[in-house]
């Protein structure tokens, strides 16, 4: 059951969106036992963002949610899947993308919970 959202201060067409939303099914495989039949994602493009001060560069904050836990190692890899896709897709460098990993014990779904 994982969750990523995207927000960005860059315009997401809907074809980066798709090929962003189908890299991110292959890259949480990083996560044992996830995949991309339970993943859910989300973007949020052109809002109003500061880092470091300023707003003049593209940058993004990624929220990764996930019944269960990992490892800081899978963390890891999965940091790199997701700072470069947005680096190839948005054009987004590696130093202005912040993820967020959230593990959540309780997750609903289909009218009950796991």
């Known amino acids: 059951m994982p969750y990523i959202n995207t927000k960005t201060n860059t315009v997401i067409t809907k074809e980066k969106e798709i090929e962003i939303k189908k890299k991110f099914g292959k890259a949480i495989e990083l996560i044992p036992g996830k995949s991309e039949n339970w993943l859910m994602v ?7 963002m500061y ?3 300023k707003s003049d560069d593209s940058m993004a904050f990624v929220e ?3 019944f269960g836990s990992a490892d800081s190692g899978a963390y ?4 790199a899947a997701i700072t470069k896709i947005l680096k190839e897709e948005l054009d987004i460098n590696p130093d202005h993308i912040y993820v967020k990993y959230e593990e959540v014990s ?3 779904w289909n009218g009950s919970n796991f």
């Open 42 to 48: 989300s973007f949020e493009d052109h809002c109003s």
């Open 51 to 53: 880092f470091k001060g």
């Open 64 to 66: 990764v949610k996930l």
């Open 76 to 79: 890891n890899k999965l940091t």
């Open 106 to 108: 309780n997750w609903g």
